[in-house]
């Protein structure tokens, strides 16, 4: 199987080699395909939740490759930073079509450490904006998730390992003014339930055009 290995900040390109490195899991979500990758590797980078901070820190990510029918090849990753917030975020596009470069350098998903121990995994939406011309970060209800994926996003996000899912409120006792938001459980370091959550979230949901009026 495939071992897919990545240094940040352009230190080194990809290397795909071979040799027995474990099984590699393949996970196919209406017209994507999920590799994930065996092992970790050490990480250098900025972490999403501290942008304003000029300093790089350093990490293990854990990698998947998002793969579809309409040309997209995405390497994206679990990152568990030494200090900052864990978080799941584009590694690199290494190909697709124009619409699929909304994925290249936005869309992470940050990690917050719940309550009881777990994580917190907020589960907002690429969406075209008409306004700005481009797909960003929005909320979204699980009627509108489940209408491009063609399936129920917390049906599927059960079977592959979420704990609980729903409003951030009624999954984690929050009551600030994100507590109406969508998001779910999962164990710590469960790089499969993530990926299928960032992968319904980010590629399907601009494959399918979320957002776009015809």
């Given at each position: 199987?495939?071992?897919?290995?990545?240094?940040d900040?352009?230190?080194?390109?990809?290397?795909?080699?071979?040799g027995?490195?474990g099984?590699?899991?393949?996970?196919?979500?209406?017209?994507?395909?999920?590799?994930?990758?065996?092992?970790?590797?050490?990480?250098?980078?900025?972490?999403?939740?501290?942008?304003?901070?000029?300093?790089?820190?350093?990490?293990?990510?854990?990698?998947?490759?998002?793969?579809?029918?309409?040309e997209?090849?995405?390497?994206?990753g679990?990152?568990?930073?030494d200090?900052?917030?864990?978080?799941?975020?584009?590694?690199?596009?290494?190909?697709?079509?124009?619409?699929?470069?909304a994925?290249?350098?936005?869309?992470?998903?940050?990690?917050?450490?719940?309550?009881?121990?777990?994580?917190?995994?907020?589960?907002?939406?690429?969406?075209?904006?008409?306004d700005?011309?481009?797909?960003?970060?929005?909320g979204?209800?699980?009627?509108?998730?489940?209408?491009?994926?063609?399936?129920?996003?917390?049906?599927?996000?059960?079977?592959?390992?979420?704990?609980?899912?729903?409003?951030r409120?009624?999954?984690?006792?929050?009551?600030n003014?994100t507590a109406?938001?969508?998001?779910?459980?999962?164990?710590?370091?469960?790089?499969?339930?993530?990926?299928?959550a960032?992968?319904?979230?980010r590629p399907?949901?601009?494959?399918?055009?979320?957002?776009?009026?015809?």
């Open positions: 199987m495939p071992l897919l290995e990545a240094l900040n352009n230190l080194e390109t990809y290397r795909i080699f071979g027995n490195v099984a590699t899991e393949v996970i196919s979500i209406s017209k994507c395909e999920i590799e994930l990758v065996p092992g970790s590797k050490p990480y250098i980078g900025k972490p999403t939740s501290e942008r304003d901070q000029s300093q790089e820190q350093t990490g293990r990510l854990s990698t998947f490759r998002v793969t579809s029918s309409d997209l090849n995405l390497v994206a679990l990152v568990e930073w200090t900052a917030a864990p978080e799941i975020k584009p590694i690199d596009l290494l190909g697709g079509l124009q619409k699929h470069n994925l290249d350098n936005r869309g992470s998903m940050t990690l917050v450490h719940a309550r009881d121990g777990n994580w917190l995994a907020p589960l907002r939406v690429m969406k075209y904006s008409p700005k011309k481009y797909f960003t970060l929005h979204a209800t699980t009627d509108e998730i489940d209408e491009f994926l063609g399936q129920s996003i917390t049906d599927l996000l059960f079977e592959v390992g979420a704990l609980k899912v729903g409003t409120q009624e999954i984690d006792g929050e009551t003014k109406k938001q969508l998001a779910m459980l999962v164990a710590p370091g469960d790089l499969r339930t993530l990926a299928v960032y992968t319904v979230t399907l949901a601009v494959i399918n055009d979320f957002g776009l009026v015809f």
